[in-house]
């Protein structure tokens, strides 16, 4: 596999006690791609990308992430503690719901990683949460704390925390599903500039418009398969697979 390839995933299998969830998944995110997994609710979505960063764990597959990798097919145990955390460090993931420590101030939040993972020193880490919190609208939020924020303010803070890390690679697993509508565009709108800036990420996403506007392909997935991918537009447009169709029939009177 080529060096412009950040993320790898070959033959990747996960069952939840006799359920198979992951049905021998292989894809690659190339470095400054922008991946869209869709798919109907319980189609393996989210367990994809948990495996990614091996918050699930796979009972078989190789996954690599930027210059390091697990082969499944040799172990079926986790690597120790450290490497684990090395490993996890190169992605950053935004979850559903925001994890923000409430008694933290928004500053304190972003800082958190870098001062006690990293050991960046705090005034080197406040400088990056203060750059961090400007790139995503929030500089005047600083010194709030997560209970008087919005829940789009609170996602945004989620971002800024997770890129304080300075992943490799970011993963978001229905970053906007949690948000009331009026909210979904304001972290769209964040995502699309990380986009811009050549972040490679991984998305699970239901906004279909935004999937084919800012990623570069969409993987479609159905029963813990993948079932079509290709250029997103041509994915989410012009969808060849029945399944596709079908799931993307209920989406297209708002994708014009």
Do not use: W
Request: a negative charge; hydrophobic letters at 45%; glycine letters at 8%.
């Amino acid at each position: 596999m080529t060096n412009d390839t950040m993320i790898e995933l070959i033959g990747v299998q996960k069952s939840f006690g006799d359920f198979p969830v992951l049905k021998d998944i292989t894809l690659n995110v190339k470095r400054g791609d922008v991946v869209a997994l869709i798919g109907p609710s319980g189609s393996g979505k989210s367990t994809l990308l948990r495996s990614v960063n091996l918050l699930t764990v796979p009972e078989k597959g190789f996954i690599r992430v930027g210059s390091q990798a697990i082969d499944f097919s040799t172990t079926r145990n986790l690597p120790g503690d450290k490497e684990l955390a090395s490993f996890r460090a190169r992605t950053g993931m935004v979850f559903q719901s925001f994890n923000l420590f409430p008694h933290m101030t928004v500053e304190q939040n972003v800082m958190e990683g870098p001062v006690t993972v990293l050991r960046t020193p705090k005034a080197d880490a406040k400088a990056i949460a203060h750059d961090l919190l400007t790139k995503v609208g929030l500089a005047d939020k600083a010194t709030a704390h997560p209970d008087s924020l919005s829940g789009g303010q609170k996602q945004r803070v989620a971002i800024a925390r997770a890129l304080a890390m300075k992943p490799e690679v970011m993963l978001f697993d229905e970053a906007t599903s949690a948000l009331d509508p009026e909210l979904v565009g304001e972290v769209l709108s964040v995502i699309r500039s990380l986009a811009a800036e050549g972040m490679t990420m991984l998305l699970v996403t239901h906004e279909m418009a935004f999937a084919r506007d800012v990623a570069d392909r969409v993987i479609f997935m159905r029963d813990g398969c993948v079932v079509e991918e290709g250029e997103a537009r041509q994915v989410i447009d012009h969808p060849k697979e029945p399944a596709t169709q079908a799931f993307l029939s209920h989406f297209h009177g708002g994708l014009n």
